[in-house]
């Protein structure tokens, strides 16, 4: 019995899009953090390793497990005595293994990969799920998610044994990850744009591991601020840490009250639990999404910074992606859903200007390829500031050239999640809620496109649920088509 539930609890170990989550004390235990600090190891030193596509045919650096292993960890509960665990394991392998001395951000840990000339970086956490979940996320050579087949590298290499570390507690060196990534991002800012005007920025944290980078960011360079959430809090104030507007109240709140007893601009920024995601709130407490945020900082990018490149967007993005890569002549490249995939674009085409998707990952030009939310909280501060103008004019002078664009996003939890999708790829509908649809796109799940917008059904890679996305040209819209999806989805609407 004792060994039938060791090989169930390793194959509970799957990697999904960014990486492996699990409930605490069920799935993700100290014993199956072995059993990935292990299975790691052994990848790390296998020579097989130097043989996949992200060497032979990306372009990534090989480095020898000689090189050593970076790990760092969030703020969720027991990151800190998880991460040194796995540490004390893969210590005992021979490889190499230092660790941060403090909660970090994702991007700190990837950014440290490539600063030590690391071969992999580890990180903990479970990112923007709910506070019930841990993870772990791989970080490859060149700093930025570890494709499937490193991942499928590590999982192959999982054992039903139990390792036990035999490296004295305290014995893995500490190193500070913090400081060398915020001199990183010194280099992307533009101190004279960013006084340009006076804005005060109203910085939420959500409890994340990002508390505190944004803010001494802006101190340095005379920014007044606001930090909320920015304390120590496991349960996340009973939220998921996702930077999307239901969790936002708060910032709103805030934001409105500073609005009453001050004049001048203003905007919130938003960083997700390990500070990898963004998003934004005008000085009305407007929520700027994902995809507005992408535009913003397009537009600047090419517009304000003269900057030219590639331009790599996820599956479930803005088609005011497309339009805007038209008006500026640059080449637009889709991607499925999980920012791996924009690291291969990135690494194999080489003069990238932006990648993004729907979740607020956003990268640019000059830094590692990896989701920053620190870096672009600073830099949608600094686009503010530059035009000397409210965020909601920002964002309205984007609608009034390109058209509006509404969009929301809905999970549900529903048995056969993957069923739907699979019925809708295999007899898709020639109309949807009144609508005609005019084609049908299957790069990651099924989006069905009308006239004026699109809807896409997507079953999770790491959370049980369903994912419904839709952009319209009204909110009403939206709404109305996520409604409809939903009862598909439930069983409610028959299609065929």
Not at 308 to 327: H, K, P, Q, W, Y
Not at 416 to 441: D, H, I, M, Q, Y
């Amino acid at each position: 019995m004792e060994k039938r539930e060791s090989q169930e609890d390793a194959r509970k170990i799957k990697f999904g899009t960014d990486g492996w989550r699990a409930v605490i004390a069920d799935s993700f235990t100290f014993d199956n953090v072995a059993r990935v600090a292990e299975a790691t190891a052994k990848f790390i030193l296998s020579e097989d390793r130097k043989k996949l596509d992200i060497y032979t045919d990306w372009g990534s650096p090989y480095r020898p497990a000689a090189d050593g292993v970076v790990v760092g960890y969030d703020m969720r509960f027991l990151s800190p005595e998880f991460a040194h665990y796995f540490a004390r394991v893969l210590h005992d392998s021979g490889i190499p293994v230092t660790i941060s001395d403090a909660p970090v951000t994702t991007p700190a840990v990837s950014y440290a990969v490539v600063h030590r000339n690391a071969a992999a970086g580890i990180m903990f956490t479970a990112s923007h799920n709910p506070p019930v979940y841990n993870g772990i996320k791989y970080k490859a050579e060149y700093g930025g998610s570890a494709p499937s087949e490193v991942t499928d590298g590590v999982e192959e290499h999982l054992s039903s044994a139990v390792p036990t570390p035999h490296c004295p507690e305290g014995a893995i060196e500490r190193i500070d990850m913090k400081t060398p990534f915020l001199e990183k991002v010194r280099t992307l800012i533009d101190p004279a744009r960013l006084t340009a005007s006076p804005v005060h920025v109203v910085i939420d944290s959500m409890y994340g591991s990002a508390q505190g980078y944004v803010s001494q960011l802006l101190r340095e360079y005379g920014v007044p601020y606001t930090q909320i959430r920015g304390r120590h809090d496991p349960l996340f104030g009973g939220k998921k840490p996702e930077p999307i507007e239901e969790n936002l109240v708060p910032l709103r709140a805030v934001i409105a009250a500073l609005h009453k007893r001050r004049k001048g601009n203003m905007i919130g920024v938003v960083t997700d639990g390990d500070g990898d995601r963004i998003s934004a709130m005008d000085e009305k407490g407007g929520f700027i999404d994902a995809h507005r945020t992408f535009a913003l900082i397009f537009r600047y990018l090419v517009e304000q910074r003269g900057l030219r490149g590639s331009v790599i967007t996820a599956f479930n993005l803005t088609d005011m992606a497309r339009d805007m890569c038209e008006d500026y002549g640059l080449t637009q490249i889709v991607v499925p859903i999980g920012f791996k995939h924009h690291c291969e674009q990135i690494l194999k085409r080489g003069d990238v200007l932006i990648a993004a998707e729907e979740s607020g990952s956003i990268a640019i030009k000059g830094h590692i390829p990896e989701r920053d939310g620190v870096l672009h909280s600073v830099l949608l501060s600094e686009i503010v500031a530059s035009a000397g103008v409210p965020a909601s004019e920002l964002v309205q002078s984007l609608f009034d050239k390109y058209g509006p664009r509404f969009y929301h996003r809905r999970d549900i939890e529903v048995e056969g999640r993957l069923e739907v999708v699979t019925k809708l790829e295999e007899n898709p509908p020639s109309t949807f809620a009144g609508r005609r649809v005019t084609s049908v796109e299957t790069l990651d799940g099924i989006k069905l496109r009308f006239d004026d917008g699109w809807l896409l059904f997507r079953a999770s890679g790491t959370e049980p649920i369903l994912r419904m996305y839709s952009e319209m040209r009204t909110m009403k819209d939206v709404h109305e088509l996520l409604a409809q999806a939903e009862r598909l989805a439930r069983g409610e609407l028959r299609l065929w």
